[in-house]
């Protein structure tokens, strides 16, 4: 079995025990929306994210939600390398609550993004293990952590059309298989 560069150093990572001093930390139930520790200035020039809208972050592919306007909650487990479900179908105009509970043994994030969103995060996240340093969601109202049996919340507006992803981009993980599809439709 051919291993991805990507997944021998989470391997390496974890032995070396570097990997626990990169992941994040989780987020209570309670903390709707928010992602854990300091803002990171580099998310805000993240590709498909567009500068602030009159205090806010919009997004290619959505916006944030507001706990007043929730259409629906879905309930996500982040698994050791998946998300149950794998796909969820929503609305243009729908507004999520998103619970999302670690039944892993490892540190886990969840991050609603198009494609070019979502491999930015990833390149960052790595970028930031190999210096040693943390990768912070912040603010980012599109992304949180979760610790291994933990619960965090994400409120999400769909405000367009089409296919995007909710990944794990804790590196190797989304490699390893941590991915999802959110279909968006009329």
Known sequence: MIISSA???LS???QMGVLG???LLGVPAGAA???TGDSDASMGSMPGMNP????GQEFAFGEPGKSSQVNRVISIAMLEMSFAPRSLDVKIGETIRFVVTNRSELNHDFTIGDVMTQAAHR???????????EMHHGT????????????GELIWKFTRAGRFEFDCNVPGH???GMKGVVAVDN
């Open 7 to 9: 997944l021998l150093r």
């Open 12 to 14: 390496l990572a974890l």
């Open 21 to 23: 001093s990169v992941l």
């Open 33 to 35: 929306g928010l992602g």
């Open 52 to 55: 602030p809208v009159s205090g």
């Open 123 to 133: 390149k960052e996240m790595l970028e930031a293990m190999e210096r040693g340093g």
């Open 140 to 151: 980012d109202p599109n992304a949180i952590s979760v610790e291994p049996g933990r619960k």
């Open 174 to 176: 989304f490699e390893a």
